[in-house]
C-alpha cells in the first residue's frame, strides 16, 4: 500500500519561510519523479515542482520560481519543498504527488498525498 504523508505545513507570516516534508512508502521511491501540487479554495489545483529520480533535475512553476526549492533523499524516501518569501497568495492546500514517469505535467499523477494546509498571513 503506497503512502504518502505531507508534514510542515502552517501559519506564517508574509516574507517568512516553511519547509514541507513528504515520507513516501510502499513504493521504489527512486522510480518515481516527485513534487508537489496545490490548491487554493475555490480554485482548480496547480502544479507547484517536481524533482526528477536522480534529484538533479528540478522544475518550477513560475509563480514560485526563485522562492521555492526542491530536495530528496531517497535514502529517507522523504522529498521536501522549502518555501521562502511566502505571499498571502501562496495560501493553499499542498500535495505531494508521486509519478513513475519523467516528469508531473505528462501525465496524472500515480499517487497522492491526504495535503497540508499552508497559510500565509499579509
Known amino acids: 500500500q503506497v503512502q504518502l504523508v505531507e508534514s510542515g505545513g502552517g501559519l506564517v507570516q508574509a516574507g517568512g519561510s516553511l519547509r514541507l516534508s513528504c515520507a513516501a512508502s510502499?513504493?521504489?521511491?527512486?522510480?518515481?519523479?516527485m513534487g508537489w501540487f496545490r490548491q487554493a479554495p475555490g480554485k482548480e489545483r496547480e502544479f507547484v515542482g517536481y524533482?526528477?529520480?536522480?534529484?538533479?533535475?528540478?522544475y518550477y512553476a513560475d509563480s514560485v520560481k526563485g522562492r521555492f526549492t526542491m530536495s530528496r533523499d531517497n535514502a529517507k524516501t522523504t522529498v521536501y519543498l522549502q518555501m521562502n518569501s511566502l505571499k498571502p497568495e501562496d495560501t493553499s492546500v499542498y500535495y505531494c504527488?508521486?509519478?513513475?514517469?519523467?516528469?508531473?505535467?505528462?501525465?496524472?499523477?500515480?499517487?497522492w498525498g491526504q495535503g497540508t494546509q499552508v497559510t500565509v498571513s499579509s
Open positions: 504527488a508521486a509519478r513513475n514517469g519523467a516528469s508531473l505535467t505528462s501525465g496524472r499523477p500515480d499517487y
Open positions: 510502499g513504493l521504489t521511491f527512486s522510480s518515481y519523479t
Open positions: 524533482i526528477r529520480r536522480s534529484g538533479g533535475n528540478t
